[in-house]
């Protein structure tokens, strides 16, 4: 039944018999952290092959380059071409960089601060300002703020970000100079920008001659079912006569090892040509010898796949087990919206206004740590309250049944005492 719905006795009923449940499982101790979404144990396991595929003697590419020395800023050509093939770029316009592509993220924002990205430097010319869809992914939002970039909440939707709202504010202020998109199984709804969405992004116009889409692709090859395209922002900006728009990155931090990856950057010729020029002066090579293990465990795109399937195997009884939870406990309740993901690492919640924070709260208290309400906004700060990312990944399924029941437990209680309250 509604929680809306329900009269103060029936409310009154609800509150006990959640708050027995409550203390429940409070008594059992729980201690569980599920507030960053990392691969699980079984995950790691399916690169093993990482530790013994380099050996000192045998540490030469395809080329016959020496992985152990200086050289090749831009990596390794047969990694290079892997990556085009995901990213839908073409391997000259792909550079294979560090560990992070979050650390490419921060240095491609600093450079356009600093040195512009294809104009004069953006802090020369006023008060930067990037367009982020929320919920978004906190990392990206810590990025603008620890650069001083003032960030403009857009709303998302199953489709992508509300692009009325997109073009209205593009088109208006020459001092918005990018914007963040996770196109692929966005953080943290799980959605995917639609064929229209990555159009519209591509040809829509801009104040800025210098506006860049950041369009960070961390979840390309991470699909739970197979089956699902997303439209190549490079060759769609290409198209609208956009070719300098859009930055893309990727990385294997969800494919191999978490910090123990490799990431990527691919754009225009254009771009390439300057960030090229800049990577050679931040670096004599990058980690070669990481390269080569890659290299050597993913000869093809096929390769890459059949490991995605592996790991899909693995995460989809996860996700299945958190929606069955929230099923069965909040569905028909109207106190929660969910997402049901195809693929990625989280799925969102949205509560009743006002609710999110103090359900996050409560499950801390029973021993299970969810990501802080608010992260998923600029600033930390849900104006609303509602949103909250669940991250599936880490615990057994039976630790997340558990961790989910507790999760719905408290957002009934903290619902049921608001709507008392506000009656
Ligand atoms: C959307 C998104 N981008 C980037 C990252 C981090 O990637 P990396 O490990 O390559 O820095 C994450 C990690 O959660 C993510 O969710």
């Not at 409070?26 to 979404?37: I, V």
């Not at 021993?367 to 949103?387: E, H, I």
């Amino acid at each position: 039944m509604r929680f809306d719905q329900m009269s103060k006795a029936e409310l009154a009923d609800v509150l006990g018999r959640e708050q027995a449940r409550y203390d429940a499982l409070k008594a059992e101790g729980l201690k569980l952290n599920m507030s960053r979404g990392i691969p699980s144990v079984e995950q790691l396991a399916l690169s093993k092959e990482f530790f013994h595929n380099v050996d000192f003697d045998d540490a030469f590419s395809e080329d016959g380059t020496d992985c152990r020395n200086y050289g090749v800023p831009f990596g390794l050509p047969e990694l290079r071409r892997l990556f085009a093939e995901i990213m839908g770029a073409d391997a000259d316009n792909v550079i294979v960089g560090g560990n992070s592509s979050l650390n490419l993220m921060f240095d491609m924002v600093s450079q356009g601060m600093l040195l512009g990205l294809g104009g004069e430097p953006w802090m020369k010319q006023g008060r930067v300002k990037f367009l982020c869809p929320v919920p978004g992914y906190d990392r990206h939002f810590k990025v603008c703020e620890t650069l001083g970039i003032e960030m403009i909440n857009v709303p998302m939707t199953p489709a992508g970000p509300d692009m009325d709202e997109i073009e209205r504010l593009a088109a208006g202020d020459d001092m918005i100079k990018g914007i963040w998109c996770v196109p692929k199984y966005s953080n943290p709804q799980g959605y995917i920008y639609s064929d229209e969405t990555v159009k519209r992004l591509a040809s829509m116009k801009t104040a800025a001659a210098d506006f860049r889409i950041f369009w960070d692709n961390a979840y390309v090859v991470h699909s739970l079912y197979g089956g699902d395209s997303l439209a190549s922002i490079i060759d769609e900006c290409a198209a609208a006569g956009n070719p300098d728009r859009p930055i893309v990155f990727a990385s294997t931090s969800k494919i191999v090892y978490a910090g123990g990856g490799v990431s990527a950057v691919a754009s225009s010729a254009g771009n390439m040509k300057l960030i090229k020029s800049r990577v050679t002066a931040q670096t004599i090579g990058p980690d070669k010898i990481n390269e080569l293990r890659h290299a050597r465990m993913f000869k093809t795109v096929s390769d890459l796949k059949a490991h995605m399937e592996r790991h899909a195997e693995i995460l989809r009884p996860k996700f299945k087990a958190v929606i069955e939870v929230f099923e069965k406990e909040l569905g028909g309740t109207g106190i929660a919206e969910w997402t049901n993901p195809r693929g990625g690492y989280f799925i969102s919640v949205d509560t009743l206004g006002g609710c999110a924070s103090e359900t996050v709260a409560m499950c801390k208290e029973a021993g299970v740590v969810f990501t802080p309400a608010g992260a998923t906004y600029p600033y930390g700060k849900d104006p609303s309250d509602r949103n909250i990312r669940i991250a599936p990944t880490s615990p057994s399924v039976d630790d997340l049944k558990k961790a989910m029941e507790l999760f719905c437990v408290s957002l009934k209680l903290v619902s049921a005492k608001r709507i008392m309250e506000n009656a």
